[in-house]
């Protein structure tokens, strides 16, 4: 299974601790979506960068610290695993795309 969510200007990404949602940070503020259905749960436009590889979640999440990561500035990219394996998440150009680990393409070495 892929999906696409189409976020502009990512700027870092990562789960909460229960795996069971999403935190991106852009440019224009915090989205939290559901993993599995990769439904958003909430917005919010406030600029809330991260510091120290540190976001602050909102929605169900809210004021939760959520570890994430940052996208690579030099090659405009941010990809990373889910924290149990189980998705492939792969940022670029305004699209996310999350694979499932099956799915994923082999690292690279």
Not at 3 to 26: E, P, Q
Request: hydrophobic letters at 40%.
């Amino acid at each position: 299974m892929t999906t696409n969510l189409f976020i502009g200007g990512v700027v870092a990404a990562g789960f909460d601790a229960a795996g069971k949602y999403l935190l991106v940070v852009s440019h224009s503020g915090r989205g939290v979506f559901e993993v599995g259905t990769w439904d958003r749960i909430t917005r919010d436009a406030t600029l809330a960068y991260p510091e120290a590889g540190v976001a602050i979640g909102i929605g169900p999440i809210a004021g939760e610290k959520i570890a994430v990561r940052e996208i690579d500035y030099w090659t405009g990219v941010l990809e990373f695993p889910s924290p149990d394996g189980r998705w492939s998440l792969l940022y670029s150009e305004g699209t996310m795309t999350i694979s499932s680990a099956s799915h994923a393409s082999p690292p690279k070495e």
